[in-house]
């Protein structure tokens, strides 16, 4: 192997990740010039935003997208540039490598070497990353009235977060090296096995065991709100097993509702933020700004009915399989090529060197990125699909006039901009943006009339 080869190799993963990159900051410039361009509330709004809060809402999208620009240029091109240029990934192996030797510990076996590897990669990522957490948290929510940590629990929460991904990753990174060490020629089938089914029985205990240390689930009041919410689960066959706040508004004031659970336990988490004031009967405990804020009974209904929908019409499942798919292809190329010794030599490894999980990161973050840009592209476009879907089957349910009620709530409360420019919606947008639901939800109405 010639170090032409390992040149070629580290400058071809330089270009892609400037380009890339490039291509993510051209498409936020253009939403940036928008924030600053669209001075009126679309006429669609008009009689729900005022201009006040739409200029809220623009400065709020302004703020978060010249900051999401700043880090991109910073964190993803020019720290990452740097961290490969020097062979970082080399550096902390050989870090790991000395604390096993000071530990006296078996510095060859490769698993051992892999898990300490782990530790100390997340130990740079996390202080790498803390600046921008605590400006885009304390700085650009705060000023904008969203956020609610202090500082004392922003800090408990990263501590317990590092923790517990510690708990997680360090067992499964063994046992994805060890797989590869055993699994013969075709051990990319028992990787993505055991990664398939790590993904479902964390999908499974995540909500139930790890989200709880976190926040708090208590169980929705007896009354209207819960009982509507049994009687549509039923009338869906949706095996609803617990129905839960949570109280997300001691992080943010942003909102959310979600259901989780495989097969037949189904639970159903709503955000306090959701409910109208928090849920609380009495709105004096409120502050002025969360005073009126949230959705009604019958919208909070409305909400789940499209959630219910994602349910029903299988977008769960679906989601799934494909990216269980996904998974495959991606472990089967990465055993066609992670032998390759250029791609260890390209990241700061002496020749001869070339280490599994190494392999994984460059294959997996490097190698296949256009793959991954496409898929993500893909999925993003088949999301707002499944979105549309789920807002016709609330519509069916009878909650037109309510969910677009809601929408428009959620979108008000959240200081969601309503105007976009097309190819960053396209490429960024989940959902389709509040226009295009309400304007699907109006196309909804009219065909129902005319039949």
Not at 389 to 404: C, I, M, R, T, V
Request: with cysteine; glycine share 6%; aromatic share 14%.
């Amino acid at each position: 192997m010639s170090s032409i080869e390992a040149d070629t190799v580290l400058y071809s993963i330089l270009a892609l990740v400037i380009i890339e990159n490039a291509v993510e900051i051209y498409i936020s410039l253009r939403q940036v010039k928008v924030y600053r361009n669209a001075l009126k509330v679309p006429e669609e709004l008009t009689s729900h935003m005022t201009e006040e809060t739409f200029h809220k809402a623009r400065r709020y999208g302004l703020d978060q997208e010249t900051f999401g620009i700043f880090k991109a240029v910073l964190m993803d091109v020019l720290l990452l540039c740097l961290e490969l240029n020097i062979g970082l990934i080399a550096v902390i192996w050989k870090m790991s490598v000395n604390v096993l030797n000071k530990l006296e510990w078996d510095a060859s076996n490769e698993i051992l070497v892999s898990c300490v590897f782990v530790v100390i990669s997340n130990v740079f990522s996390t202080f790498k990353s803390l600046p921008f957490k605590i400006y885009k948290i304390f700085v650009l929510e705060e000023t904008h009235g969203f956020n609610k940590q202090t500082a004392g629990f922003f800090a408990w929460d990263q501590v317990k977060g590092f923790l517990i991904t510690q708990v997680l990753m360090i067992p499964i990174t063994a046992a994805l090296i060890f797989i590869v060490q055993i699994g013969g020629d075709n051990f990319f089938v028992w990787l993505w096995l055991f990664t398939g089914t790590v993904s479902l029985l964390l999908l499974t205990i995540y909500p139930i065991f790890i989200a709880p240390l976190f926040d708090t689930y208590t169980p929705l009041e007896q009354g209207p709100l819960r009982q509507s919410i049994e009687d549509l689960a039923a009338s869906l066959k949706f095996p609803l097993t617990k129905l839960f706040v949570v109280d997300g508004s001691k992080r943010s004031s942003h909102s959310n509702a979600y259901f989780y659970g495989l097969w037949n336990s189904k639970r159903i988490v709503l955000y306090d933020t959701l409910l109208l004031n928090k849920g609380k009967p009495d709105a004096s405990e409120l502050s002025d700004d969360e005073k009126g804020k949230g959705c009604t009974n019958e919208e909070v209904l409305a909400v789940l009915g499209h959630e219910l929908g994602h349910w029903k019409l299988g977008h769960v499942t679906k989601n799934i399989i494909i990216m269980q798919v996904h998974l495959f292809l991606m472990f089967l190329v990465f055993g066609y090529l992670f032998t390759y010794a250029p791609f260890y030599v390209a990241m700061g490894f002496e020749p001869g060197t070339r280490p599994i999980l190494v392999g994984l990161m460059v294959v997996f973050t490097y190698v296949l990125a256009p793959y991954n840009a496409i898929i993500n592209f893909a999925m993003t476009i088949l999301s707002r699909l499944f979105e549309y879907q789920a807002d016709e089957f609330a519509f069916k349910l009878g909650f037109a006039e309510q969910l677009g009620r809601a929408l428009i709530k959620l979108n008000l409360d959240n200081l969601g901009f309503p105007v976009y420019d097309w190819l960053y919606s396209t490429w960024n947008h989940s959902h389709p943006t509040l226009l295009q639901r309400l304007n699907r939800l109006q196309e909804l109405k009219e065909s129902k009339k005319l039949n």
